[in-house]
């Protein structure tokens, strides 16, 4: 009787380890296609998820926080190009470490940079008062354009924070018609479409992957 009942125990575990096996054959082979096409597949990952809007002839240019060491060229590149007459940069708060002082680090660091490459001060423009993120930086950015009847702003930034910026933008223009057009500025050191590369590139793109799934939850 036992003989006779484990004849179908014994065929279902060899039907399911058969599976098992066709199913981890198969796991390996998809790996390894994978792997041997990650260059392709990793490219366009970071195509599709970078947003690069046209350059237009716009009302101001501005220069967020957090990256002024190439940000601030670019947005300078785009006045001498007669693209904006105004550049714009937040009054970012000051760290614990500047007690004392009336005016951050970056936002002077950003100043001195615009006028090095050639930006009046009379163009220079700072927004907001003590802003600590990305949010702060464009709500400054609506209530300057609100108050002085401006339409287009251009944002040149890093590739990774293209998505989350352009999101954030037309959330916080919602009813309004200010357009935030999201611009690429190549990251300093290595190229950005080949982001997995260098160590750099994956750190940024992990990080803003992080913070664009915290701000779906915001």
Same mark, same amino acid.
């Given at each position: 009787?036992?003989?006779?009942?484990?004849?179908?125990?014994?065929?279902?575990?060899?039907?399911? %380890?058969?599976?098992? &096996? $066709? +199913?981890?054959?198969? /796991?390996?082979?998809?790996?390894?296609?994978?792997?041997?096409?990650?260059? *392709?597949?990793?490219?366009?990952?970071?195509?599709?998820?970078?947003?690069?809007?046209?350059?237009?002839?716009?009302?101001?240019?501005?220069?967020?926080?957090?990256?002024?060491?190439?940000?601030?060229?670019?947005?300078?590149?785009?006045?001498?190009?007669?693209?904006?007459?105004?550049?714009? %940069?937040?009054?970012? &708060? $000051? +760290?614990?470490?500047? /007690?004392?002082?009336?005016?951050?680090?970056?936002?002077?660091?950003?100043? *001195?940079?615009?006028?090095?490459?050639?930006?009046?001060?009379?163009?220079?423009?700072?927004?907001?008062?003590?802003?600590?993120?990305?949010?702060?930086?464009?709500?400054?950015?609506?209530?300057?354009?609100?108050?002085?009847?401006?339409?287009?702003?251009?944002?040149?930034?890093?590739?990774?924070?293209?998505?989350?910026?352009?999101?954030?933008?037309?959330?916080?223009?919602?009813?309004?018609?200010?357009?935030?057009?999201?611009?690429?500025?190549?990251?300093?050191?290595?190229?950005?479409?080949?982001?997995?590369?260098?160590?750099?590139?994956?750190?940024?793109?992990?990080?803003?992957?992080?913070?664009?799934?915290?701000?779906?939850?915001?």
């Amino acid at each position: 009787m036992n003989s006779r009942n484990s004849t179908p125990a014994r065929q279902r575990l060899s039907h399911w %380890f058969k599976w098992f &096996a $066709l +199913s981890a054959f198969v /796991a390996v082979l998809l790996a390894g296609v994978a792997w041997k096409t990650r260059e *392709r597949w990793l490219s366009a990952m970071i195509l599709v998820w970078v947003v690069n809007d046209p350059v237009e002839q716009a009302d101001a240019v501005v220069v967020l926080g957090g990256g002024s060491q190439y940000r601030s060229f670019a947005a300078a590149r785009l006045y001498a190009d007669k693209r904006v007459p105004k550049v714009l %940069f937040p009054d970012i &708060a $000051l +760290s614990p470490e500047e /007690a004392g002082r009336t005016i951050s680090h970056e936002t002077e660091l950003i100043a *001195r940079v615009l006028v090095h490459e050639g930006v009046p001060e009379t163009a220079q423009e700072t927004i907001g008062r003590g802003v600590t993120s990305t949010r702060d930086e464009i709500h400054a950015v609506r209530e300057w354009a609100q108050r002085n009847g401006a339409h287009t702003i251009l944002v040149p930034t890093d590739p990774y924070h293209t998505r989350r910026l352009s999101r954030l933008g037309r959330k916080v223009f919602k009813g309004t018609d200010i357009r935030l057009l999201v611009i690429v500025v190549d990251p300093p050191g290595y190229r950005w479409q080949e982001w997995w590369r260098h160590d750099r590139g994956v750190l940024a793109f992990q990080n803003e992957l992080i913070k664009s799934a915290l701000y779906v939850f915001r």
